[in-house]
């Protein structure tokens, strides 16, 4: 047990330290000024110093090798558990989903930014990995060892069913990240105070359509994860749907983005408004994930 945990540590620690790089990074960007006309906030190009360039790279390698440690961590849980019900799942409890979710997350990242190359997104997203591994770790001692399963949980369910709906509440996660990042940037724009800062971020229709591809990739995960908990319900206790507070406050986060899809296709959503909504509806799979799990009880209190 001793093994994971050292490791869960070091993600951490190696989470943190991505993130000051990243915001480092932010900091450290010197864009060229630009003349403006008058009554015009001032622009800026993007254009990096060699340092802030170099802590860039740091930051993406700190941030893979934390990823790599983490999964280290899953793995080895994986293997504590093996040993000691037979079921190899290494997020059976809240300290090892939530350390799940966080893998989930770095991952993500980590592909968007190979794939379009903004590190400065990584204040944000990387921030929630780290939060995510932070709560973790704040949980009791009790909570962060590999208990047996009750017999509900031993199950091949818990393979499909947890991992597919852990990964729709990363995708989430960035989504309310981005979100974040867009409301401070356009209201910077807004005020006309568009500081090096804020001009180290990217453009605000770049940050929107990245908000709504990670939603698009969470919604119809956490439906599969629904459909999926619900088999596995009337496979472990006779029924299909109990309205127990973890599977109502799952189909009301699913409601949640799925008006914010209907919203943006029919009604144009996007923007400001947009953003708003995805923090929104971060805060509710917050609440759903975490909030549920220690303030109401029922049939999955033991997670």
């Not at 990096?48 to 170099?54: E, K, T």
């Not at 740091?58 to 990823?67: E, K, L, M, Q, S």
């Not at 770790?137 to 369910?157: D, G, H, I």
Request: charged share 10%.
């Amino acid at each position: 047990m001793a093994r994971s945990l050292f490791l869960f540590d070091m993600t951490f620690w190696l989470y943190l330290a991505a993130l000051v790089l990243y915001v480092t990074y932010m900091l450290a960007k010197r864009p060229a000024m630009s003349l403006a006309p008058a009554g015009h906030p001032v622009e800026y190009s993007d254009n990096d110093s060699g340092w802030a360039v170099q802590i860039g790279q740091v930051a993406t390698i700190v941030t893979v090798f934390g990823w790599i440690v983490n999964s280290l961590a899953l793995f080895t849980r994986a293997y504590e558990r093996m040993q000691l019900s037979g079921t190899f799942a290494p997020w059976s409890n809240q300290f090892e989903a939530m350390s799940y979710v966080s893998w989930a997350i770095i991952l993500g990242y980590v592909l968007l930014e190979f794939r379009y190359r903004i590190k400065a997104i990584g204040a944000f997203v990387v921030g929630i990995g780290f939060i995510a591994m932070g709560a973790a770790s704040l949980l009791p001692y009790r909570y962060q060892t590999a208990e047996p399963l009750v017999p509900a949980l031993n199950s091949y369910w818990i393979y499909i069913h947890v991992s597919v709906t852990l990964t729709s509440y990363a995708a989430f996660a960035m989504a309310g990240g981005l979100g974040v990042m867009y409301l401070l940037k356009e209201r910077a724009e807004r005020q006309g105070k568009v500081s090096r800062l804020y001009a180290s971020f990217p453009d605000l229709e770049t940050i929107d359509e990245l908000g709504y591809k990670a939603i698009m990739v969470g919604f119809p995960l956490l439906a599969f994860g629904v459909i999926l908990g619900a088999m596995w319900a009337n496979y472990a206790w006779g029924g299909y749907w109990s309205w127990d507070p973890k599977e109502t406050w799952s189909l009301i986060v699913w409601l949640i983005y799925g008006a914010y899809i209907h919203a943006r296709m029919t009604h144009g959503w996007e923007g400001r408004r947009a953003a708003i909504y995805a923090v929104f509806g971060f805060l509710m799979v917050i609440f759903c994930f975490w909030g549920v799990n220690f303030l109401l009880s029922g049939l999955h209190a033991y997670a």
